[in-house]
């Protein structure tokens, strides 16, 4: 399953050099979503990742996902 995860380029840098998104892991399970969470938080790079099936759901984080297992496979889809 793919879900929508929202980060700052300081972390993302981190992804990219560790070559893993740290557990707990926050996504959303549509893009619209994830955007409205980006403008919110004033975070700028939103990435496609690949997600386990152990997840939980986040109601007061606007409908997010969180997880507790590591993430190693992502896309970037918009990064400013």
Known sequence: ????HVTTPKKYGRYQKTGAILPPVRWWSTRY?????????????LLAVELPKERF????????????????KWYPLQET
């Open 1 to 4: 399953m793919i879900g929508f």
């Open 33 to 45: 979503s994830a955007e409205k969470w980006m403008r919110k938080t004033n975070r700028n790079v």
């Open 57 to 72: 759901p986040l109601p007061i984080h606007g409908g997010a996902w969180w997880t507790d297992q590591i993430i190693r």
